[in-house]
């Protein structure tokens, strides 16, 4: 498999809507991968009222938000431990595009650290 540079960007630039909190989606780099481990509904970035990235599950399986910086680094370090080049030098917002061409989904379990990934490959 590759990644070229300008489906990164294509996918990047399409990614580019704000949603209705005003975050830009493209900040949450597993907007439209993060999935509940208990009914497979997608979990939706957010932000707390004291401005810290999170995920929400709006399914209700859970309460608790999911702090977006640290499931996006587990993530991440699943992918680098697949292929350091991936994501190697990779700034946090050009992860998006990355993810999504890896990952169909990835689901949250019992515990942050408890993800379950479907890549496409
Ligand atoms: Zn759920």
């Not at 431990?81 to 993810?99: I, M, N, T």
Request: charged share 20%; aromatic share 6%; net charge positive.
């Amino acid at each position: 498999m590759s990644i070229t540079l300008s489906d990164a960007a294509a996918v990047q630039a399409s990614s580019a809507t704000r949603t209705s909190h005003g975050a830009a989606v493209g900040t949450y780099s597993l907007s439209s991968l993060l999935t509940c481990g208990g009914c497979d509904r997608r979990l939706q970035p957010s932000r707390t009222a004291a401005g810290e990235r999170v995920y929400l599950f709006l399914c209700g399986c859970r309460w608790q938000a999911i702090d977006a910086g640290l499931v996006e680094r587990v993530v991440r370090d699943r992918v680098e431990a697949a292929s350091v080049a991936l994501v190697a030098g990779a700034a946090a917002s050009d992860l998006g595009p990355v993810f999504r061409s890896l990952f169909v989904e990835v689901r949250v379990g019992a515990d942050v650290a408890a993800l379950t990934y479907r890549w496409r490959i």
